[in-house]
């Protein structure tokens, strides 16, 4: 980490390196790991329930290590899934989550990035007014929203299809991403748009080649939130999906939550899928969390 | 009928390909039309840059903002024509009354009118009062979103800036411990609510882990979510497991902003660390304060998952979300729910425009002239 040394260094050098500061130096590092545990048992808690047989689940004592450990729930569920909708297999299931993910995620980054190259780069009139109009959205009740929506689409004809939760993506719907993205064209200078309109590229050219390329930093970052935000979204399918072969992940879940374990909670199973749910979202966190967390500070901080 | 995967797929994968080709045909006519106009071609090409979200807000903000308006004065369950009721779903929402008790002991029922159910019950020695109202549900909901809101969000953003000043410590190791605070934010929202759900269960892992101090001051084993006294406190830990270290992870990149030179001028001024973090952090903070604090209670009045997945009797875990949820898709009532919806909007609203007023005083903004110099 470079930012370590910044900042309030010089502060610091000023103490000296003496025993007080040792003192507390341990004292911050307590509380740090203190929160850190806070922060880690319920995850741990999940993953390790996840391998536990039934009999290890009600014993009333706090314990860990799964003994035996069975990894065999992360097939089970399925299985257990399948019984009841032979339909809703993993595949399916998976299948569904990633093409809903895949084509809101394109087409916010796709948007969002094109309306930010509107309004950073071009003077015109009535922009700044729109461009508040826009933040102000982020207000609004998603729920507010729902039941006109809801009506739209049912009379178009596409209740219980992917539409609602796909395409309009491409009306850049994130206000969040067009604000991070036009924080980072701004800051792109003039002068590398103006070499290239001398040499003869036009507007998309310049979008294409000359300014993605400069945002990428916070491109990453908006693809780590879309994916997460779309991966893990819950209300508009709940709302416009009613076959169940047709669930993402998060619908599967309560479907299985709803069916299976109304007598007796299976959390082993639940948990499994708990943790199959969350574990693509982790590991693209994981991948580009230093461009992900430096992204969402630049909103943050110059917001 | 599950038409397979392919036939579920390709026809969206094909409307989705013909809303972009539109949207570009749409931008290029928007283009053309100005030039025509004889607009400048920079300003030109700007509008048309920006016209997939104008085209989106007009659909699905302006439009469905004011049907929804339009539905709250309407009975409407689907199967028939929306019919014009005035302000009857408003009247049926603010229904209240307010009943004195002739004895400690008497029914709430029996104190209220007719189809008058009990909010809130205040007994004293000679009798007391009990408040009904008509939509029991509606107010027992904002009984239990807006105290949430108003607890978990100090608390949270408390939390959030205390982890912050720890990790400004000059701390090794930055990078793992930001990357540590932030998970539980990434996870997914279906997955937390569910594992909560399995923590405080009676049997779960807190209850577990406190049997022992429950044995010493001889309580049974409680039952967080089907206890109206507990519900709140449970929720609140959820909600902080959720946000404090993302937010401490905003809070820090602000702390990691503010000049070495402030403090070392504080320090020649004579100024202690208390004096230092009352008098230079917190003003150099409070842009990002105020942002988290916008953004965290919008959230928290909106919070959707966690009553979705975690069971508690209706009168002690349905949030405002949830309950319009239900009334609008669960049971049609997509006029009164319309109607809850707006007033769940005015609520928003209302806090955003408290915080922005209250902002004047407390946020303290860097001359934009003097940052760039």
Redesign the interface.
Known sequence: MTTTTSGTSAVWSAHGAGRGYLVRQGIVYGLLLLGAALVLIPFLWMISTSLKTEEQLFTGQVNFIPDPAVPGNYLEVWTKLNSIKPGMTFSRIIGNTLFITFLAMFGEILSASIVAYGFARFRWRGRNVLFAIMLSTVMIPGIITRVPAFLIWKQLGLLDTYDPMTWPSLFAWGPLYVFLMRQFYLTVPREIEEAAILDGANVAQIYWYVMLPLIRPILLAIAVLSFQGNWNNFQSPLIYLTTPEKYPLALAMRFFDQSLSKEAPQWQYMMAMATMMATPVLIIYFLAQKQFLDGINIGAVKG | ??PG?IA??L???V??AG??IG?VVLMIIVYRVQIALGVNR?????????V??????L???V???G??LY?SFTEYN?FKAPEWVGTANYEQLFSLSLAPLESPDQRSSDALPRRYDEIIRVQTASGGFVLGAKEEGFWRAIKLTLPYAFLSVPLGLAGALA?AL??????????F????????A???????A???R??F?P?G?LN??F?PLYALVNIPRPNWFFDPALAMPAFIIISL?GVF?ANS??LL??????P?EL??AA?IDGAGEWSKFRHVTIPMLS??LF??LV?ST?GA??V??VA??IQTPDSVGTFL?WL??RE??DLRH?GL??AM??I??LI??AL?ALIFRSSEAWVFYQGAREEKA
């Open positions: 009928m599950d995967p579920t797929y026809p969206t994968l409307r989705y809303v972009a949207l920079e300003a030109a090409t700007g509008r048309a840059l920006v997939p979200w104008v085209v989106g807000f659909i699905f903000n439009f469905t903002i049907a929804s539905l689907l982890v720890l990790l400004n410590q000059h701390v090794r190791y930055l990078g411990w930001r990357v540590l605070y932030y998970m539980p990434i996870l997914p929202a279906v997955a937390t569910l594992l909560w399995w923590i269960s049997n892992l577990s882990a049997a497991w270290g992870v905003i990149a602000g702390l990691k902003g503010i070495a403090y070392e320090a842009p990002a942002y988290n953004t919008i009045l909106q959707f998952e979705a997945f979300n319009i949820y609008a898709f997509m729910a319309s919806a707006w769940m909007l928003i609203l955003t």
